[in-house]
Nanobody
Framework: QVQLVESGGGLVQPGGSLRLSCAAS????????MEWYRQAPGKQRELVAT???????NYADSVKGRFTISRDNAKNTVYLQMNSLKPEDTAVYYC????????????????WGQGTQVTVSS
């Protein structure tokens, strides 16, 4: 069984910063791509940032230059550093990871975390 657990969300003023973490645990054999998504009230879930196993990154236009995704492969953890936060960044942030487990061998499966709330407000 694999679990992804996010942390680091909270309430922050506009212009502030937060750092989200997402740690994967369980019988993990290998992790490929890791991503952050977000979902604001009444809106569809949107992709925020992607990082590959070799640390190639990609960002949504709305967060480029403000957010940075990184990962620590030794800790099976992905991070999202969010700077210059705006009220429109308010959302539940979810991480996902494409993982092979010891049990499933060559089969890659996408796992999701439970989400962490980020609220940007004065």
């Amino acid at each position: 069984q694999v679990q992804l657990v996010e942390s680091g969300g909270g309430l922050v003023q506009p212009g502030g910063s937060l750092r989200l973490s997402c740690a994967a645990s369980g019988s993990i054999f290998d992790i490929n791509t890791m991503e952050w998504y977000r979902q604001a009230p009444g809106k569809q879930r949107e992709l925020v940032a992607t990082i590959t196993k070799v640390a190639s990154t990609n960002y949504a236009d709305s967060v480029k230059g403000r957010f940075t995704i990184s990962r620590d492969n030794a800790k099976n953890t992905v991070y999202l550093q969010m700077n210059s936060l705006k009220p429109e960044d308010t959302a539940v942030y979810y991480c996902n990871a494409v993982i092979r487990t010891v049990r499933t061998g060559r089969i890659w499966t996408t796992y999701w975390g439970q989400g962490t709330q980020v609220t940007v407000s004065s």
